[in-house]
């Protein structure tokens, strides 16, 4: 059996660019939004603090080295960079990643996801103004695209499966309704460049009942967290944000008593016991996902999956770990963890002051175990 190889996907979200500077404030990063969280209920663990590496700047390279370290010492094979196209040659959060392939550090296995999504402000409060729109504008600009992107693939760090760079597509069907020849064309390059085709795998958005197979994509990541998590979201009575101002005029003109609004949460007890994996007509890579509470940039709107633990964590690794014991025929045993950094949607595999090196020390366990079973 191939060993299993944990990537975690990284969010290069903090160091300041620009545009956050004009859509949120001077010196805005992701941080902003963690720490000025409020509890929007009694007992709601808000906000969050990072432990070891405190409140970090991407920009810094000791601070991309301490990242990797840790997560080489517990058992992530590498990280998953979103990567930020919107056509045109349009890039966003670029920074982190064109340092790591400039400076040759850390020496840490990487591949990236292309975000490939509008950029809207509605979940931060800038109403349905676009930020950044995703487009497609023509083949030049494909062309332009990749060759950003090949020094990255020619890099010995770049994740390869049978020579061929590791390429996630966020969202297949934008990519297939705004080009649905933009990865045939993609391979054609890769193999004008030496490599022996591209490994296109869809990101978990999609369900996995989708042909992803006659879209072109080689693999996909698991949707069955998503699916387990699903029906509870549904079964649970909230308050949406516009229906409690609306209660809330109501209330003033005394219609209606004032009333505190809810957010949405769900047990992750039960969602963890729901957790199945499943095959799609691609190879279908587990994905496990330590915690989620996106309230910090959501507000009310956000959704909250309680009572997460490291304890938690552990099972769903297990059932990941079980799960790939089965594909053998798969050319690499990857488990996807969403996400390594995501704080403001309180979604992290690095530490935190409160569990500390809890989830790692999880991942680690199981990992271990299975290897001694190989």
């Not at 960079?81 to 400039?102: I, M, T």
Request: aromatic share 14%.
């Amino acid at each position: 059996m191939k060993k299993i190889k944990p990537l975690a996907f990284y969010l290069p979200q903090y160091h300041p660019v620009p545009e956050n500077d004009e859509w949120w404030g001077k010196g805005f990063t992701e941080w902003t939004n963690v720490s000025k969280a409020q509890p929007l209920f009694e007992g709601h663990e808000q906000p969050i603090f990072p432990a070891d590496l405190g409140y970090y700047d991407l920009r810094v390279p000791e601070v991309r080295e301490h990242q990797a370290q840790i997560a080489k010492d517990y058992g992530v094979h590498g990280f998953i960079f979103y990567h930020y196209w919107f056509g045109s040659g349009k890039q966003l959060l670029e920074r982190v990643a064109n340092d790591v392939l400039k400076s040759g550090k850390p020496d840490f296995p990487f591949c990236f996801c292309w975000a490939n999504e509008t950029w809207s402000g509605i979940w931060h409060g800038l109403s349905e103004k676009i930020l950044a729109e995703q487009t497609y504008p023509d083949e030049q600009d494909l062309i332009a695209h990749f060759e950003y992107l090949l020094p990255f693939f020619k890099d010995e760090r770049y994740i390869k499966v049978d020579n061929k760079p590791l390429f996630i597509i966020y969202d297949p069907n934008h990519l297939n309704e705004g080009d649905p020849h933009y990865i045939s064309k993609f391979r054609e390059l890769a193999k004008e460049n030496g490599f022996d085709g591209l490994y296109v795998m869809a990101s978990n958005k999609l369900s996995d009942d989708i042909d992803f197979q006659s879209m072109g994509y080689d693999s996909k990541i698991s949707n069955a967290f998503h699916k387990a998590w699903i029906p509870h979201i549904n079964k649970k009575e909230y308050i949406s944000h516009s229906q409690y101002y609306k209660n809330r005029i109501k209330g003033l003109i005394g219609i209606k008593k004032k009333e505190q609004p809810k957010v949405r949460i769900q047990d992750a007890k039960a969602v963890v016991n729901d957790l199945k994996f499943e095959e799609s007509n691609v190879a279908t890579y587990p994905c496990v996902l330590p915690n989620w509470d996106n309230t910090p940039r959501s507000g009310y709107r956000g959704i909250i999956l309680a009572n997460n633990s490291p304890e938690l964590f552990e099972q769903q690794v297990e059932k990941a770990a079980q799960y790939l014991e089965d594909k053998k025929d798969y050319p690499e045993q990857f488990l996807i963890v969403k996400s390594w950094n995501e704080w403001a949607e309180g979604n992290i595999l690095e530490p935190d002051r409160k569990n500390g090196f809890g989830y790692l020390n999880a991942l680690k366990k199981i990992l271990n175990k299975h290897s001694r079973n190989e």
